[in-house]
């Protein structure tokens, strides 16, 4: 919103982005990743999803409440551990179904290209509804687009735009290109999801053919590899994944609401943390599916002003990235001094 405000100078156009983001942060943030803490630990461990809301709106609050920089010091831990913790897995379950990894890619692309399927064949989806979920999941995996990133990559202490800018790019490709991909090779390569899609292109109805969807359905994949080890391990992780996104976008959703309301701030953000904290239990209590739709909604509300501004001054934007690596490449074939030889 601040880029918007003051690259455009259109503050209305600020205010607008700020307050769907600051709506979409209790959906995209808050409310799908405690439901899928919820959903995961019921499938797994038969815990009420209630229990576990319950229990995660009181730790939530706690770290809420201690401010913003308890809310680094939580992710600063947590986010590299979850990741080597993520990968290492997935990297174990696919190299024991190591045999069946060209028939998950040959599955990917012969399903990308299958017109019959796009038609409304195979998963009963047409090619709209193809591209919604493709697109909106994809976002959700990297927030290209949304807005919602700049908000953190403007706490760095760098004063480089374009090199933050380039962290950001690698951001989207470590998240979609890598994390997706193994957890896509995952469940593509597991038993549980080739017998459910054979019964689906047989006819057998889609809530029939797959008993599992979303966190649980990777749990269930991880664990035909690894017994017991794999599912506990992809409920941990999947803990840890969506914690950090919450406490995260927690921070996204302050800063709009002190922007909006700009004279009161102080109250603001008190009270939009309040209400945070009551979607975290709404979330894990909530259809899954409700949980989605909204998200997805006010994702692309919030979206849309940030694309507008970021084509108006996408010249700038290249204008400053060719300084960028014209500066760098001065520097480098600058002679060295002689103390420097």
Known sequence: MYYIHKGLK?????????????????????????????????????????ITGLVLTILVALVIL??????????????????????????????????????????IFTEAFNFK?????????????????????????????????????????????????????????????????LSALVILTSDIYLTGYNQAISGVAISDAFKFSGAPLSSKAFNEAIPYVGEFGVAIATIFFSLSTILGWAYYGEVCAGYIFNKHRKTAVTIYRIVYVVFVFIGAVSNIGIVWLISDIF?????????????????????????????????????LAKNEQ
């Open 299 to 335: 994702n692309v509300l919030m979206a849309l002003p940030n694309l507008i501004a970021l084509t108006i001054l996408s010249k700038l934007v290249v204008d400053l990235t060719k300084q960028h690596f014209a500066d760098k490449n001065k520097l480098n074939n600058q002679p």
């Open 117 to 181: 399927a796009a038609l409304g064949g195979v998963a009963g989806y047409g090619i709209l509804s193809a591209m919604r979920f493709g697109v909106g999941r994809g976002v959700f995996t990297n927030e290209a687009g949304l807005g919602s990133a700049p908000i953190a990559h403007a706490a760095s202490s760098t004063e480089d735009p374009v090199k933050q800018g380039l962290w950001g790019v690698f951001e989207v490709f470590a998240t979609t290109i890598i994390i997706c991909t």
């Open 10 to 50: 259109c503050k209305w156009l600020a205010i607008v982005f700020a307050v769907f983001a600051m709506i979409a942060c209790l959906g995209t943030g808050n409310a799908t990743q405690s439901n899928a803490i919820s959903g995961v630990l019921d499938s797994t461990l038969s815990i009420p999803t209630w």
């Open 66 to 107: 201690g401010g913003i920089k308890r809310i680094a010091s939580v992710n600063e831990k947590l986010v590299p551990t979850m990741a080597i913790f993520f990968v290492s897995c997935a990297l174990i379950v696919i190299g024991i179904n190591f045999d069946k990894i060209p028939k998950a890619f040959a599955l």
